[in-house]
């Protein structure tokens, strides 16, 4: 199994443009989230799914829109970056039978907004 | 809501016994989970607490205590590749469980 899987690694986009995120898993996963980490704010929740067709808003979801056509993706779309939403961006799966919640997570994608 | 505090930044050597608390406030609270990240890394799993009392995995412990809303992650013989960002997450009813993190707490290991 990959895992969860998250392109692209690295990214650096103008003030303004839009882009897509995109995150998968094999694992048959019902959970998918989205966090973003910045330096000394830990990791904070943007959305998440419950299964195919079902998301909600997490902590910060202003200027982000996801969707989850599949079980296997989760793609996290900007609309309109900006320089505030430069930040290193977690994708993580879980399964509700699993009684810890280990949350699995992505390698992660590295966002620059100039 | 929720809220997690933990210490930014533990120092200790080589050997050494560790402790990283975390205190809460969790509406609903279901369980707290330690994480581990590496500095370029993503996050890995190290424990999940739903029960009062202490879960020991290896040189790793993990405590709560649900009366006083705190927990503590417990590390033994410190290794220099424990060197490391630790995160306290709770876990809330409601259908989703998916968790809220704290701030994270750099360790630091000294030879």
């Known amino acids: 199994n990959a895992g969860v899987t998250q392109t692209p690694k690295f990214q650096v986009l103008k003030t303004g443009q839009s882009m897509t995120l995109q995150c998968a898993q094999d694992?048959?996963?019902?959970?998918m989230s989205w966090y973003r980490q910045d330096p000394g704010m830990g990791l904070r929740l943007i959305h998440y799914?419950?299964?195919?067709?079902?998301?909600d808003q997490g902590e910060v979801p202003n200027g982000y829109n996801v969707s989850r056509s599949t079980t296997e993706d989760f793609p996290l779309r900007l609309l309109s970056a900006a320089p505030s939403q430069t930040s290193v961006y977690f994708c993580?799966?879980?399964?509700?039978?699993?009684?810890?919640?280990?949350?699995?997570f992505g390698p992660g994608t590295r966002l620059t907004v100039t | 809501g929720q809220s997690l505090e933990q210490p930014s930044e533990v120092t200790a050597v080589e050997g050494a016994i560790v402790q990283i608390n975390c205190t809460y406030q969790?509406?609903?609270?279901?369980?707290l989970s330690w994480y581990q990240q590496h500095d370029g890394g993503a996050p890995t799993f190290l424990s999940y607490?739903?029960?009062?009392g202490l879960e020991e995995t290896g040189r790793f412990s993990s405590f709560l205590s649900r009366s006083d809303s705190y927990g503590y992650l417990l590390l033994q013989e410190l290794q220099m590749k424990d060197s490391a960002s630790y995160f306290c997450?709770?876990?809330?009813?409601?259908?989703?469980?998916?968790?809220?993190f704290g701030r994270g707490t750099s360790l630091i290991v000294h030879p």
């Open positions: 993580a799966s879980s399964e509700s039978r699993d009684r810890t919640y280990e949350q699995y």
């Open positions: 694992m048959n996963h019902e959970y």
């Open positions: 799914s419950v299964g195919a067709g079902i998301t």
């Open positions: 969790t509406s609903g609270f279901y369980g």
């Open positions: 607490n739903a029960l009062d």
């Open positions: 997450a709770s876990h809330a009813s409601g259908g989703s469980y998916i968790p809220t």
